[in-house]
């Protein structure tokens, strides 16, 4: 069990695939910093002996085994969706459960819906669609989705396809298209003539071309697509 002092003295427990490491060794100068246990096996590797190294497959195949907790049914995600996804997402996700914000199976398709399911919430979410052509896609984003005037969003956001080997598409850093919306419709990503991934009021109408925010390949088997089902989550500490 790791305990972290806050700054206002409480101790708060991390989840379990957090570490805290401290290093001190003749391979790097000492420091602090928390990090995935993925990313704290990798850099321990630097240091281990021969016999740390004997033993990283058993740890390894262990936390491979380990899939993100749903909160609620989702008519989308497999497990093999689960394991890609979660490795994708940013540290500050790792360990929490997955909640469901919206889903068109339960709420209908409205975009309106999504926006209004999604107000106070204050945590980034992941957006999945499945077409009529059965591809599954989607985009990570930093912020919970919004009616905006401008783009919002940061370097965090991410468009992923599975189509039908997985595909993610990261800040390419040409600009900040990473998210914006109003009634009529939303967009991810920018700035080319087309956008990343759109979806219409109805979340029914929907395209994707790539563009300059991610250097992506159209997500879907066709730039312009019909939505079978569509769900948003969200990962809350």
Not at 147 to 154: A, E, F, L, Q, R
Not at 192 to 204: E, K, M, T
Request: contains cysteine; aromatic residues 12%.
């Amino acid at each position: 069990m790791q305990l972290l002092t806050e700054k206002s003295g409480a101790m708060k427990l991390l989840p379990e695939n957090i570490k805290v490491l401290y290093f001190a060794s003749d391979c790097v100068e000492p420091y602090v910093q928390i990090v995935t246990v993925q990313e704290a096996k990798r850099r321990l590797s630097l240091c281990s002996s021969d016999d740390s190294e004997a033993e990283e497959p058993e740890y390894q195949e262990e936390d491979e085994d380990v899939l993100p907790v749903l909160g609620d049914h989702s008519q989308l995600l497999h497990d093999h969706h689960l394991k890609t996804l979660a490795v994708q997402m940013p540290a500050r996700t790792q360990g929490y459960p997955w909640q469901l914000v919206y889903s068109t199976a339960i709420h209908g398709s409205s975009l309106k819906t999504l926006y209004r399911n999604m107000v106070g919430l204050d945590s980034p979410v992941l957006l999945v669609i499945k077409d009529m052509q059965q591809k599954v896609f989607g985009a990570f984003s930093s912020d919970p989705f919004k009616v905006s005037k401008y783009s919002y969003g940061t370097g965090e956001t991410f468009l992923f396809s599975f189509n039908p080997e997985f595909q993610a598409y990261r800040w390419s850093g040409e600009n900040s298209y990473f998210v914006s919306g109003n009634l009529e419709s939303l967009q991810i990503g920018g700035g080319g003539g087309g956008f990343g991934l759109w979806l219409d009021a109805d979340l029914y109408h929907g395209s994707s071309f790539s563009c300059p925010t991610f250097h992506n390949a159209s997500l879907s088997s066709q730039e312009d697509f019909i939505v079978q089902d569509l769900e948003v989550w969200t990962v809350q500490n």
